[in-house]
C-alpha cells in the first residue's frame, strides 16, 4: 500500500528564507507527483505536476524535484514570503494507488513571519 | 479556479437524514473525484468517476453513494447521516487538457458538512 508522508507536520520561517519542504513515498512505482497548496477554509490550488519521467519543475520562485529511487520529492520556496503562510500537500498518482487515484500526504502548514 | 462549483457550500443536518452533495465542472474533464477531509487523515478518496454512469469506490466509500449522469456534474449522496460524516467534502477533475498535463488534478471550494 503506497504511504505519503509530509514531515515536518508544521514550519515557521522568517520572510526571505529559502525553505524545502519534503514528501516522501513508499513504492517508487508512480506516475506522477502533484504539489498543492491550501489556505485556511478554502480548497486546494495546483502548484507543479512531476511526471515520472522528470527530474524537477520550475514555476516562479517554487522548484519541485523527484527522486523516485529514493521515494522523496522536495518543493523548494526561494525568497519566501508572508503570502507564502498555507498548508502544502503532495499527492502521488501511481501503481499502487491505480491511474487516475491519488494518494495524498497529511500536509504541511507553514507560516512565513514578517 | 478550473471551473468547478459544489453546492451547498455548508450544510447542517441531523442524523439518519439523507444529504446530497453537487459538483459541477464547466472543463469537460473526463475524470471526477469526491474526498473527504478530516484532520489528521489528510484527504481520502471516498469515490471516483471515469466517465458518465461509471464510478468505482475509494478507500472510504461505505455510507456513501454517487451517480454520474452528465459530464459536467458529479453527486455524492449520503443515505443516512451519521456524525462521523462531519467533514469537509472535496470535489477534484482530472484528465483534460487544459490548464496543464492530463494528469493534473483540479479541486473545488469545499462544502463543509455538519451532521448533529
Known amino acids: 500500500k503506497q504511504e505519503v508522508t509530509q514531515i515536518p507536520a508544521a514550519l515557521s520561517v522568517p520572510e526571505g528564507e529559502n525553505l524545502v519542504l519534503n514528501c516522501s513515498f513508499t513504492?517508487?512505482?508512480?506516475?506522477?507527483l502533484q504539489w498543492f497548496r491550501q489556505d485556511p477554509g478554502k480548497g486546494l490550488t495546483s502548484l507543479l505536476l512531476?511526471?515520472?519521467?522528470?527530474r524537477e519543475q520550475t514555476s516562479g520562485r517554487l522548484n519541485a524535484s523527484l527522486d523516485k529511487s529514493s521515494g522523496r520529492s522536495t518543493l523548494y520556496i526561494a525568497a519566501s514570503q508572508p503570502g507564502d503562510s498555507a498548508t502544502y500537500l503532495c499527492a502521488v498518482e501511481g501503481a499502487t494507488s491505480g491511474t487516475y487515484k491519488y494518494i495524498f500526504g497529511t500536509g504541511t502548514r507553514l507560516k512565513v513571519l514578517a | 479556479d478550473a471551473g468547478i462549483t459544489q453546492s451547498p457550500r455548508h450544510k447542517v443536518t441531523e442524523t439518519g437524514t439523507p444529504v446530497t452533495l453537487r459538483c459541477h465542472q464547466t472543463e469537460n474533464h473526463r475524470y471526477m473525484y469526491w474526498y473527504r477531509q478530516d484532520p489528521g487523515h489528510g484527504l481520502r478518496l471516498i469515490h471516483y468517476?471515469?466517465?458518465?454512469?461509471?464510478?468505482d469506490k475509494g478507500e472510504v466509500s461505505d455510507g456513501y453513494s454517487v451517480s454520474r449522469s452528465k459530464t459536467e456534474d458529479f453527486l455524492l449522496t449520503l443515505e443516512s447521516a451519521t456524525s462521523s460524516q462531519t467533514s469537509v467534502y472535496f470535489c477534484?477533475?482530472?484528465?483534460?487538457?487544459?490548464?496543464?498535463?492530463?494528469?493534473?488534478?483540479?479541486f473545488g471550494p469545499g462544502t463543509r458538512l455538519t451532521v448533529l
Open positions: 512531476i511526471q515520472s519521467s522528470q
Open positions: 513504492d517508487s512505482a508512480i506516475y506522477n
Open positions: 477534484a477533475i482530472s484528465g483534460g487538457l487544459a490548464g496543464g498535463t492530463y494528469n493534473e488534478q483540479f
Open positions: 468517476s471515469y466517465g458518465v454512469k461509471d464510478t
